[in-house]
């Protein structure tokens, strides 16, 4: 079965598109590619309030994403027609684990411009049966990265950071990933940057101790896990901590990346052999740096060592969740969500019979 996945996180650096073939449990990447958000959709989203603005963006988000598997399709020589299913994350804008979510990004749209099947709003049905409603990725990082003797951890840096635990799926945000980073940068650069590259702002800069400090007293890090983060915990409020303090483009950026770093480390559990990275952090080498000296005797390492681009797992995800959706077989791990119990995640929408 051929299946695209579509996964824009909370980073908001654009649509990630990844098809795989699925088929008799082997998975194969045929194409990946990242579309960048236009300026004025990702700054719609950053102000989004009203109902009408949910609204507009829904559809105006279903358009793009439709594109954005278009244009992977193309450029990979992919035959649109080829395509079984499509998976959709869409992107969230309001996310409280275990109370509710909403993620925009209308499956009909998609369905209507693709004439595929669209497997959309997947966390809704863990948060109905008792769970976070996040991270539902650690189902893929079992299903691909168990081994029978060695003990590993897959990370996923995006605008939030989360580790799996393998094989016992225990899975939680462990904080910031990219988000702050991000955020400062763009604001302090004003918009001539919008992320630090290769980590470069922070290795020139000094982490402000005392400040750090004070972040890491946050309960949110000490909490037992199931526990989940978003743009809620991480966004303009948060930031304005670092701005309320005299100090230079670099030392805040440094500051955040340690903040990163350090909450990663900290959460990944002793005995742990390797850590397999994945997400746009991985193009941090400052950040992976840090990490890595702060768990020397674990071999760090990516999933691209596994045939997975880091910038398309998450994608890969959500296409291999789809195809378990459509195959009636759960995609929740209640170790990672805390759900009562496992489920079929998402809604289905048909394409249109021709």
């Known amino acids: 079965m051929r ?48 109902p009408a603005h949910i609204s507009r963006l829904n559809f105006e988000l279903g358009e793009l994403y439709a594109k954005a598997v278009s244009m992977t399709c193309e450029s ?4 649109l027609q080829s395509l079984d299913l499509v998976g959709c994350h869409g992107q969230t804008i ?12 209308e499956a009909s749209v998609i369905a209507e411009r693709l004439n595929v099947p669209i497997v959309s709003d997947f966390r809704t049905r863990d948060i109905a049966a008792g769970g976070q409603g996040a991270p539902l990725v650690p ?22 950071a989360n580790i799996t635990i393998i094989p016992s799926g225990i899975a939680f945000d462990t904080g910031p990933g990219n988000m702050v ?29 005392s400040l750090l400090a004070a972040l890491l007293r946050d309960s949110y890090y000490a ?55 994945s997400g746009g952090g991985v193009h941090n080498r400052q950040l992976m740096a840090q990490i890595a000296a702060f768990l ?9 060592e596994f045939g997975i681009d880091p910038d398309a797992k998450e994608a890969v995800a959500f296409a291999i ?14 170790s990672a969500t805390g759900a009562n119990r496992a489920v079929i995640l998402g809604k289905l929408t048909l394409k249109w019979l021709s």
């Open 223 to 277: 909490a037992p896990p199931p526990k989940t983060a978003g743009r809620e915990q991480y966004g303009l409020a948060f930031v304005e901590r670092f701005l309320a303090i005299d100090l230079s483009l670099e030392d805040r950026i440094a500051t955040a990346t340690a903040l990163t770093s350090t909450t990663i480390a900290r959460a990944v559990p002793t005995g742990t052999q390797e850590l397999i990275a």
């Open 181 to 209: 980073i991000d955020q400062l940068v763009e604001r302090l650069t004003h918009g001539r940057q919008r992320y630090d590259r290769n980590g470069a702002i922070a290795a020139r800069g000094q982490v402000h101790r």
């Open 76 to 79: 990979a020589q992919i035959p």
């Open 139 to 160: 189902f893929v990082d079992v299903l691909l990265f168990s081994h029978a003797k060695r003990r590993r951890v897959a990370l996923n840096i995006g605008g939030i």
């Open 3 to 50: 299946v695209a996945g579509i996964m824009s996180g909370t980073s908001l650096d654009g649509i990630d598109v990844a098809i795989v073939d699925i088929a008799r449990g082997k998975i194969r990447t045929l194409a990946h590619s990242t579309t960048p958000y236009p300026k004025p959709t990702r700054n719609r989203i950053l102000a989004v309030t009203t």
């Open 321 to 334: 969740l789809a195809f378990r959706t459509w195959k009636h077989r759960t995609g929740n791990l209640p």
């Open 94 to 105: 309001w996310h409280e684990g275990g109370k509710n979510t909403l993620q925009i990004g």
């Open 296 to 304: 020397p005797d674990v071999r760090v390492t990516t999933t691209a």
